[in-house]
């Protein structure tokens, strides 16, 4: 019997730290993570872009750039708080750059439509960076000042380029929305779809 629980203890003892070891590793893993945050119209289009890129962790809609603490959808549409509808991406640093996180940012909206993209059209629309640190700043400049040399768009670029200073994530119904309505919602068929394809066509290389 006393052979029996030293060997339970044992076994314990050798869990728990598995358990810890495990954590431990997750831990180091979320620590090489890095977050990048942008506004390129509807965060519905944006989301479902982003998403599907190898490297890219996960991505959420939500609003930031304003000055309204835990702004819903309803205030931010109204233009009074100041917030951008936008994307924050968690992504590997390892497998896809915030270089090519940019390229993609500015080949999938028009950087020179002030508060506006497409049909949609308000200051929550309006083409943003928000930069974590003076490496994404500096990134992001660099990128601004090579697209207007190059003059790739006949128009000024006029996108905002701020400190990121927090994000509040949207009501649920806005996470994943194309996957979850593209049945549904006309605007993902519409709107959406036609965007994904031209993306997909885009960036099949580095895609999941």
């Not at 997750?26 to 982003?50: D, P, S, V």
């Not at 930031?64 to 640093?93: F, L, M, R």
Request: hydrophobic fraction near 35%; charge should be neutral; glycine fraction near 6%.
């Amino acid at each position: 019997m006393l052979k029996l629980i030293n060997l339970l203890v044992i076994l314990g003892a050798v869990l728990f730290i598995t358990v810890l070891q495990a954590q431990k590793n997750t831990m180091n893993k979320q620590n090489e993570y890095e977050l990048a945050t942008f506004g390129g119209g509807c965060f519905w289009c944006t989301e479902a872009m982003y998403e599907q890129l190898t490297g890219v962790i996960s991505v959420a809609s939500g609003y930031s750039g304003g000055e309204t603490k835990n702004p819903t959808y309803e205030q931010v549409c109204s233009e009074k708080t100041g917030h951008a509808e936008v994307i924050q991406v968690k992504y590997d640093p390892k497998n896809i750059s915030y270089n090519k996180l940019l390229e993609i940012f500015f080949k999938t909206h028009d950087p020179t439509t002030l508060n506006q993209q497409g049909a949609d059209k308000g200051t929550q629309y309006r083409s943003i960076i928000l930069f974590h640190n003076e490496q994404q700043k500096l990134i992001a400049e660099n990128t601004i000042q090579t697209l207007t040399t190059e003059n790739i768009w006949p128009n000024k670029i006029v996108t905002e380029l701020v400190s990121f200073e927090v994000f509040y994530s949207a009501e649920d119904y806005h996470q994943d929305y194309y996957n979850n309505n593209r049945s549904k919602n006309q605007y993902c068929e519409i709107v959406i779809t036609p965007k994904l394809k031209k993306f997909e066509k885009l960036f099949k290389d580095i895609l999941k």
